[in-house]
């Protein structure tokens, strides 16, 4: 099976650490220079400035890019309920998207959006049982609920070392967003 795309497969990628959502985009400009559909549905995320965001238009029509999310980051332990409604329409969205059957279907944030409940975890998980047999799913964000690493082919965990946010150094336009 050494050229085979088309088989069903979750990765998770988790933790405290950076490069989450960036590993997903690695996998997806791999894919795309393979010639295949990707799509992107961020959760939790509503700044049209990230590079991801705006190269999509480039990208198109191999890449796509949706955002549900509040410029704001979401209060954790009492998120608005702005911030469920857009959780539920990224999730309706990703439903959708099984039956457009991208080749691969990132689901930035998605981790920490169920972990928090703005998704509620039973639902999610008969999604995941839905997946195609020729589609890959990614998972992105802190706090991937158990469920999500025992579904899954592949799960990385990213562990925090160290950040320049430690030396006080901002987001850096290009690199960090």
Do not use: W
Not at 4 to 13: A, G, P, R, T
Not at 50 to 75: C, N, S, W
Not at 78 to 94: C, H, R, T, V
């Amino acid at each position: 099976m050494c050229c085979v795309f088309n088989l069903k497969m979750i990765h998770v990628y988790t933790g405290e650490g950076a490069g989450k959502t960036i590993t997903a985009l690695g996998l997806a400009l791999r894919a795309m220079g393979h010639g295949r559909k990707v799509v992107m549905i961020q959760f939790m995320k509503g700044r049209r400035d990230t590079g991801e965001y705006k190269i999509a238009k480039r990208l198109a029509p191999g890449f796509e890019v949706y955002q549900f999310g509040r410029e704001d980051f979401v209060d954790m332990e009492e998120p608005m309920e702005e911030d469920f409604s857009l959780a539920n329409k990224g999730f309706s969205l990703a439903k959708e998207m099984l039956k457009k059957r991208p080749d691969l279907l990132i689901l930035d944030e998605v981790n920490l959006a169920v972990s928090i409940g703005l998704i509620n975890l039973d639902e999610f998980l008969d999604f995941l049982d839905s997946i195609p047999e020729d589609m890959t799913v990614v998972l992105t964000g802190r706090r991937a609920p158990k469920e999500f690493i025992e579904k899954a082919d592949l799960a990385t965990e990213m562990i925090y070392i160290k950040h320049p946010f430690d030396r006080g150094v901002e987001s850096r336009e290009g690199l960090d967003y």
